[in-house]
Antibody
Framework: EVQVVESGGGLVQPGRSLRLSCAAS????????MHWVRQAPGRGLEWVSG????????DYADSVKGRFTISRDNAKNSLYLQMNSLRAEDTALYYC?????????????WGQGTLVTVSS | EIVLTQSPATLSLSPGERATLSCRAS??????LAWYQQRPGQAPRLLFY???NRATGIPARFSVSGSGTDFTLTISSLEPEDFAVYYC?????????FGGGTKVEIK
């Protein structure tokens, strides 16, 4: 069974950093691209960042570019999101999502999300 | 960045009725479009990808059409579990983008 499980969320002050992790199982992790997608309370979905199977191609939403860094460790079946200079508008439920291909395409499996709250 | 506009924002219908949801792209995405369903308190679920490929386990009452800039998701006869928010998403170019969503609510 495919599973992706996020961790690392919490309450953080504006300007501080947080690192999210995603543990994947039930599929060959290094065959697929992976993504972070977020959803602010009561709002729609926003793609945050994606990374190809071999980390050869990475992209970010403009709203996080220069502040967030996505990475993966295929040996550990894990995806990460380093979030720096956090702002109130980064408050959201952050989902880890498996792609259905090795290059950025669609999200066929999602975790339950980890909540990030940025507030003083 | 490709902007996806979904309409209507809210659709109020009764069980058994037909739902028609629209997604319009600011430029052609060819057939590189997906649809997702999100029920309250749940993660999104992939319904269709590459415009017309049905994801695993999606019932036949769901159908899609369109290419280029205009796409439609149709639910032929609403079941109670279909009342949810639906999103479209394009993978034609980075950054990947979602539409704002259409909420299908019980009338």
């Amino acid at each position: 069974e495919v599973q992706v499980v996020e961790s690392g969320g919490g309450l953080v002050q504006p300007g501080r950093s947080l690192r999210l992790s995603c543990a994947a199982s039930g599929f060959t992790f290094d065959d697929y691209a992976m993504h972070w997608v977020r959803q602010a309370p009561g709002r729609g979905l926003e793609w945050v960042s994606g990374i190809t199977w071999n980390s050869g191609s990475i992209d970010y939403a403009d709203s996080v570019k220069g502040r967030f860094t996505i990475s993966r460790d295929n040996a550990k079946n894990s995806l990460y999101l380093q979030m720096n200079s956090l702002r109130a508008e980064d408050t959201a439920l952050y989902y880890c999502a498996k792609d259905n291909s090795d290059f950025p395409s669609y999200f066929d499996y999602w975790g339950q999300g980890t909540l990030v709250t940025v507030s003083s | 960045e490709i902007v996806l506009t979904q309409s209507p924002a809210t659709l109020s219908l009764s069980p058994g009725e037909r739902a028609t949801l629209s997604c319009r792209a600011s430029q052609s995405v060819s057939y590189y479009l997906a649809w997702y369903q999100q029920r309250p308190g749940q993660a999104p679920r992939l319904l269709f990808y590459d415009a017309s490929n049905r994801a695993t386990g999606i019932p036949a009452r769901f159908s899609v059409s369109g290419s280029g800039t205009d796409f439609t998701l149709t639910i032929s006869s609403l079941e109670p579990e279909d009342f949810a928010v639906y999103y479209c998403q394009q993978r034609s170019s980075w950054p990947l983008t979602f539409g704002g969503g259409t909420k299908v609510e019980i009338k």
